[in-house]
Structures are given as C-alpha cells and as structure tokens.
C-alpha cells in the first residue's frame, strides 16, 4: 500500500505498510531507553551535590586565599621606610578628613567659616608637621600607613568646609570609604619654602614628583570643583589630569569622578598654555614635558575642557553633579607614557 505521502520505502514494508511520515510518528511516540536513559537515582543524585558543590567552594575560596596571600605579600614586602618613603603610602582616610575640619571648626569658631585650604596649611598642618617632623597623614596613622585608593585634584583657595562636603557628597554611598591622596596632608608642609619646593618641584623630569608617584598607584581620580576658582586655571590641575590620561585612568569607566558646584567658569575654555602656577619654572618644565610626548597641546586642551563642561548644564551653584565620567571621546584618548 502507498502511503498519504505517495512514498514506498523500507519501513512502509516492514512495519504493516505504515507510510513513511507515520511510520516516524510511530518513532516518536514510543520511548527509546537509548536516548532516554533512566534517571540516576535520587541518592545519586545527592551524592553529586554533596562532593560537587563543596569543591566549587573550596575552589573558590582558595583561589581568593591566593590572591589576598599574593597582596599581602606585596604589602609585606614594602617595610615600614619604604612606605614612608612612597608618597602613595600618604593617603587619609575619609573618616580622618573629617575630623580635620572639626578640629578646625572647633578651635576657631566663627573665624573659621572663610577658611580656604591655605588657612588650614598655615595654622594646623604647618604647625603639626613642623612639630614632628612628618606629614599629617603619617602623624595621624602612625605606624599603620595608608596606601592610596583616589587620588583628589583641587585647588587650595577653595573653601575648606566645601571641599569636604563635595568629597562626602562623592563617597556618600560607599558602604568602604576610600584612602584619599590630598597634597596638604599627605606633603610635609612647612614656612620654608625650600622643603616645600624639595617635594613639589618637578626638576628635569615631571613624572618623579610626588603627585606623579602617588597618582600612578591610584584606582580613581577625583576632581573637587569650587566656587572660587577654575581648577584648569592652575598648571598643577592640569598636569594631574594630563597624567590621568596618560595613566590610563580617564579610559576606564568610573576611574575618573567629577565632584563640587558647577560655575559659571565652566563654559570658559581651557587653554593650558594660560594655566598659572606658583614657580614659573615648574611651568616650563610642565609644558615641554607634554609638548615633548604630544607635540602639541590641543588634545590635551580638549580633554581638559571636555572634564570641566561634565554637568555644566546644571544651574551655576548647583551641587547636584557628584558622579562618575564613565568615557572621554575616542579622540581625545592619549597616548600611553
């Protein structure tokens, strides 16, 4: 007999002349033991879970004890002279910037409300480092030296109360608060120039200063805006986030974080030709370091203006832009140092 399918084959004649197309409808329809093996046993099935899901743990757990053995090998290996040596070895804790600003508030009161960081330098850093003949993140944590985790570009003649509010406001939902790296703290401070310019100078080459060090070992970046001057009218700023391209930190999602008021100074460009700084010399020095390695300054300059407009369509004043750059334009990327 011809099947509906107008076929005659093997199977039609051996299995009652059933056509073809019912013939695997028969297939189907009746369990194969071969391509359906009998469940495994409940017991072995328990057996499994109770050898497998011990080892993945046991994997897992080792693989971590590994890595924090290898990091804290890393850490041993660095003696107590070395850290204090490596200005990242100088960062603070968020707790300890905090405390700083009571004591400030404290002691002197009214006053205090117009402080800038120059003030703070002058009557409590100086006088604390001077005293012991050490930074103020070394004096505050002793033999229990912090290494860096964000690396904060400010400029001093903000106001003092401000710049702690906008690093708050940036780490208010961290559940672990960062080691911040600020210069006022974490250089020694003191009313001869000279120690200071022993540290901050950048002599022939820029990349050996201690800004330089402290932000290579940095996970992010956090830039303080204020309402009293434009950060990227300072060669030091700028120089900061030139070496956080450089670093491969801006290229990275939330490595570079924006934090403090917008101004009106934000829709200004940046030219860092213009920038100021405090010894000419380190100017120069500054500059022919970045035109030696980029030729010129325009994709430094664009970079630079492209951080300083990140929430600038907020109202000037507003301080409701404490967030992450999560990405630069392609074209602005530099190259690697």
């Known amino acids: ?121 002058r009557l409590i850093l100086q006088q604390i480092c001077h005293e012991h003949g050490q930074c103020y993140a070394h004096f505050v944590n002793g033999q229990d030296l912090r290494l860096v985790d964000v690396f904060v570009s400010h400029a001093w003649l903000e106001n003092f109360a401000e710049f702690v509010d906008s690093i708050n406001a940036a780490f208010r939902y961290w559940p672990v608060k960062p080691n911040l790296w600020i210069c006022a703290t974490a250089l020694l401070q003191s009313i001869d120039p000279r120690i200071v310019s022993s540290q901050v100078g950048v002599g022939d080459d820029p990349s050996e200063a201690p800004f330089t060090r402290a932000l290579a070992r940095s996970n992010k970046i956090l830039v303080v805006r204020n309402r009293a001057v434009d950060l990227y009218s300072r060669i030091w700023c700028c120089w900061e986030l030139f070496l956080a391209f450089d670093q491969g930190l801006v290229h990275r999602p939330g490595a570079l974080m924006v934090t403090g008021p917008v101004t009106q100074t934000e829709h200004e460009e940046v030219s860092i030709e213009s920038a100021d700084a405090s010894s000419p010399d380190d100017k120069v020095k500054i500059l022919s370091h970045i035109k030696e390695k980029h030729h010129d300054f325009d994709r430094i300059n664009g970079a630079l ?32 140092v």
């Open 1 to 121: 007999a011809w099947g509906d399918c107008g076929l005659r084959s093997k199977p039609c004649q051996e299995e009652s002349n059933l056509c073809y197309d019912q013939y695997h409808l028969k297939l189907l329809s009746e369990p194969n033991p071969e391509q359906n093996p009998e469940p495994l046993p409940q017991h072995s099935m328990s057996w499994l879970a109770f050898v497998f899901v011990p080892a993945v743990c046991a994997s897992v757990l080792l693989w971590s004890r590994v890595r924090f053995t290898q990091q804290s090998k890393k850490d041993e290996d660095e003696t107590y002279e070395d850290k204090r040596r490596d200005p990242a070895w100088a960062a603070i804790s968020v707790a300890q910037l905090n405390d700083l600003l009571k004591a400030a508030a404290e002691k002197f009161r009214n006053d205090f409300q117009g402080f800038t960081m120059h003030d703070i330098n």
């Open 305 to 336: 203006n492209q951080v300083k407009t990140f929430g600038a369509s907020h109202p000037p004043g507003s301080d409701d832009t404490h967030a992450n750059v999560d990405s630069i334009d392609e074209d602005l990327v530099l190259a690697e």
